[in-house]
């Protein structure tokens, strides 16, 4: 009697990254450890990080780092591209020089005007233009400088700053860099609300776009289950304030829900699903959606206290996961705040 080959189960099936992919995120989880550490030097090797390094991953965790790091650092670090030979380097530093303060890169750069060479007072008046108001004064001495090239950019730099809408008075979160999130050394506590868990992404892009949304919602935390690769240039930073908890199967996150007091609400299109706008929800629930191709286990459907799909009136039979998931996050604040008026 033969024995039959026992199956895979759903957490056995995720497939492994692709070498140059997980050397990739390895890179980029090194980049953001070193950067939590503070030790010494991490500046200067983010940098290279962030100038150097072709793939997005580790390139983006750097860029991220550098914004939260102590600017007259990172500023002194960054000159020297910006005055490279090298078109590329100076670029990348002339995009990353305005996300910095304000302040401090314009106090860095205003004795580059004077010693720098053509190309690099050009790529200066970009990263001017872009700094905006606080550069006017040195975009103004440009105006006047001995190159007609630079004199041509410097004009036309506060001419576009001039046609930009005044900043509000009263400036809110959103609007200070980086990314309108004050930097902390740990995430801050955050309400009860509710929370999100993914199931076997299989692109990283779109779980941390999802990870994006779920902070700009006010989640508690996000759950990954299974795979947890996500691309973390596209969560914008905020994984730096939003709890991530990886945990290894849906039976973990079934039970780690339980003892939380979530409910479970699937995100599954199906003929128990309610259409999204209809809903009656659960007061804590934990939004839990699956694979871009396969969806959720039957397991996270038998578990839902509510099963949920977005109906769509296109040609196109689905949304992308991470866009349908936002939609359902903001659809339960929706059904909050009619609760509340009530």
């Not at 530093?93 to 580059?112: A, G, I, K, N």
């Not at 659960?282 to 396969?294: H, M, Q, T």
Request: aromatic share 6%; net charge negative.
């Amino acid at each position: 009697m033969t024995q039959s080959k026992p199956q895979p189960s759903e957490i056995d099936s995720i497939p492994d990254l692709e070498r140059d992919e997980q050397a990739a995120y390895e890179a980029g989880l090194a980049v953001r450890a070193d950067a939590e550490a503070r030790t010494a030097g991490w500046v200067e090797r983010t940098v290279e990080v962030a100038l150097n390094t072709n793939h997005g991953f580790p390139r983006g965790e750097a860029r991220i780092a550098l914004q939260l790091g102590p600017a007259e650092e990172v500023v002194e670090a960054l000159l020297p591209a910006l005055l490279s030979p090298n078109k590329r380097m100076r670029r990348r530093s002339m995009t990353l020089l305005p996300r910095l303060d304000p302040e401090e890169v314009c106090r860095q750069l205003d004795p580059v005007l004077e010693t720098g060479s053509r190309k690099s007072r050009r790529a200066a008046c970009v990263a001017l233009a872009a700094i905006g108001a606080p550069a006017e004064a040195l975009l103004t001495r440009l105006v006047d400088d001995s190159d007609e090239t630079i004199r041509n950019r410097a004009a036309r730099a506060l001419e576009a700053i001039a046609a930009r809408p005044p900043e509000p008075a009263d400036r809110t979160l959103s609007s200070v860099r980086p990314f309108g999130l004050p930097y902390r050394d740990a995430p801050p506590p955050r309400p009860r609300s509710f929370g999100v868990a993914a199931f076997n992404f299989s692109y990283g892009v779109n779980l941390g776009t999802l990870v994006r949304s779920a902070e700009a919602a006010g989640a508690e935390a996000v759950w990954i289950v299974g795979r947890d690769f996500y691309y973390r240039p596209s969560t914008k930073g905020t994984d730096w304030w939003l709890p991530i908890i990886t945990i290894a199967t849906p039976a973990e996150c079934l039970e780690r829900a339980q003892q939380e007091g979530f409910e479970i609400v699937a995100l599954q299109q199906g003929a128990a699903a309610q259409p999204i706008w209809e809903a009656e929800w659960p007061e804590r629930p934990l939004i839990v959606a699956g694979n871009e191709g396969d969806g959720l286990p039957q397991r996270f459907i038998d578990a839902a206290a509510l099963q949920l799909e977005l109906p769509v009136v296109g040609n196109i039979d689905s949304l992308n996961v991470a866009v349908a998931t936002s939609v359902a996050m903001f659809a339960f604040r929706g059904w909050q705040a009619r609760q509340s008026a009530q």
